[in-house]
């Protein structure tokens, strides 16, 4: 127990450390990647910073993690030459949680209804730093920021609802800079400080970090040495009166020493044919704390005008949470500059925020190091790379759509059809990639949703115009007197059931040259005008029009005859220019 300040745990931190404490969670090893991840987030911090300012390298060259295991005593110390912490850091990054990665277990610890499930979501969402206290019931987190001439130690227990902080005053622990955890551990995970299994749960875990780990192994070697012969043997050999001969034998010198035990060189710069599905998937997982496998990746290297390797991922499923769909700052795309992490804070600089579901990595060797959010708006490259990154999002999601899974296309529509259409109103320039993506209902087929590809080559001979109806369901779709002669003539219509629909086709405008046409609005012309047939209906009934209107007065803007109906007798429609009734609606609701 040391001496130090007292400090109280932020009441998340203690319901999270009650949880993980009390865990019988069988997959207790996630810790070894927690907090691996965390060394190498703060090597990452420290190469970047180190890009603008090199003396903070001074102390220590060398970026690397080292984890040394005593299993005698049961302890694990992991070491980086990272960023380390500061002591005010100390007290907001391990005394509170503000973290994205378990502030994502917590929330979704609360959706989950059953308690039951709690130890299976660790595993899903690693909680980060306190992970350490599934195996380990004290941890000795010793730190020394560049920005501070003092080392601090932190100290916690896996009882406790305080831990304790003090400057570490013996130049015996001293490290140059860096963070150095202590891991003493529970009495039945002892077993994790045998160097063999921490080495095989790094490699299992940690194929992606960038830095070189090294973990502390034992290690030997052959030599021949002279042995002192016994002395019975010796009057044997007397006996036998041989020549005089210096007995050898062989024997393993041991040692112990660094191992390096991951591979640094990053997925996106292996070649992609040797990178197999389930790598891309794991380093998608890894790197961007999901748990579900994405529904399509992308591995390409651009070159000529710009230069640039990424991977790019359509998730399995959209976010929770309504403001997603309109707020671009989601840390979906993480950007390298040859190799050092630059920056996953982005503001639709790399994708438009219609397409800010779409995660990956991207690595350019033509930005400069030192790249500010002001050059990143700015820049030509930046510009030319996004447009790249765009089509190549666009190529997934069609590969998505020609799945021969129906299933999948079905998947990503459920969760990001909102987004393309979305798409159709913010950017006219991809509208026709957009465009084949889009699915909808239509009258000839209300279970599933076709392509307007499918409409298309669904449409008679004779048909000029893709026909759609805006509407707040199908069953009131379906029920419209709008329908009746398309039915008749059976012509297809789409119908446009979420409340979005309409504006996106509003802007597409046409597809394959047909226009869309709203079977609603007044001058629908379905091709069979029949001029002397309205002549005549026009003399009979004409007199009844002028009196409807006039008992009508201004609630309408005029009476017509139509041959647009079948059986019912009239119906409401909307101008040529005006309104449909769909986006009266829509716009009655928006300014209530
Ligand atoms: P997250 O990694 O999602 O931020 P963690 O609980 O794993 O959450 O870590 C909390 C914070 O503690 C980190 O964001 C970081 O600021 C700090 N931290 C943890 N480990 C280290 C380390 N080895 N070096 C420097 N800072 C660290
Ligand atoms: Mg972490």
Redesign the pocket.
Known sequence: PSVGEKYEYQAEVSRLMDLIVNSLYSNKEVFLR??I???S??LD?LRFLSVTDSELLKDAADLDIRIQTDKDNGIIT?T?S????TRQ?LI???GT??????AKFLKALKDSKDAGSDNNLIGQF??????AFLVADRVV?S?KSPRSDKQYVWEGEANASSYTIREDTDPENHIPR??R?TLYLKRDDKGFAHPERIQKLVKNYSQFVSFPIYTWQEKGYTKEVEVDEDPAEAKKDEQDDTTEKKKTKTVVEKYWDWELSNETQPIWLRNPKEVSTEEYNEFYKKTF?EYLEPLASSHFTTEGEVEFRSILYVPAIAPTGKDDIVNPKTKNIRLYVKRVFISDDFDGELFPRYLSFVKGVVDSNDLPLNVSREILQESRIVRIMRKRLVRKAFDMILGISMSENREDYEKFWDNFGKHLKLGCIEDRENHKRIAPLLRFFSSQSEEEMISLDEYVENMKPEQKDIYYIASDSITSARNTPFLERLLEKDLEVLFLVDPIDEIAIQNLKSYKEKNFVDITKEDLDLGDKNEEKEKIMKQEFGQTCDWIKKRLGDKVASVQISNRLSSSPCVLVSGKFGWSANMERLMKSQTV
Request: aromatic residues 6%; contains cysteine; proline residues 0%.
């Open positions: 927690e907090l991840s965390n060394a987030d703060a911090k992991i980086d990272g960023i380390g912490m850091e907001d990054c391990l949680i503000a973290q994205s990665g378990t690693g909680v980060g730093f306190y992970s987190v730190t860096g963070t955890l704390n």
